[in-house]
Nanobody, 121 residues
């Protein structure tokens, strides 16, 4: 019902910046929460940042002050601006969205395929 497509990942040197985008497409749904998760080699998948439909944000401690999550509700798109990147930010980043499906009003969680972010030292 809902497809999430990420873009913006790549290779960047330490101290650089990247901007990730995730667009939700489909029909018969509305998006509530959207967020970004990441999984580095050998680590558990962790929540990086989350944003509600109203624009309330939350971040994991390791990215506070460096990353900014935002969204465009008209485009069903969420962004993650990543500044001052370091090697510990290297991971596959996954977009996540909680969607309310119409007309049955069923709540489902959707994941993107992931986009690789690699930060060189």
């Amino acid at each position: 019902q809902v497809q999430l497509v990420e873009s913006g990942g790549g290779l960047v040197q330490a101290g650089g910046s990247l901007r990730l985008s995730c667009a939700a497409s489909g029909s018969g749904f509305s998006i509530n929460r959207m967020g970004w998760y990441r999984q580095a080699p050998g680590n558990q998948r962790e929540l990086v940042a989350m944003i509600t439909r109203e624009g309330i944000t939350s971040y994991t401690d390791s990215v506070k002050g460096r990353f900014t999550i935002s969204r465009d509700n008209a485009k069903n798109t969420v962004y993650l601006q990543m500044n001052s990147l370091n090697a510990e930010d290297t991971a596959v980043y996954y977009c996540n969205a909680n969607a309310l499906l119409r007309p049955e009003l069923r709540v489902s969680t959707y994941w993107g395929q992931g986009t690789q972010v690699t930060v060189s030292s």
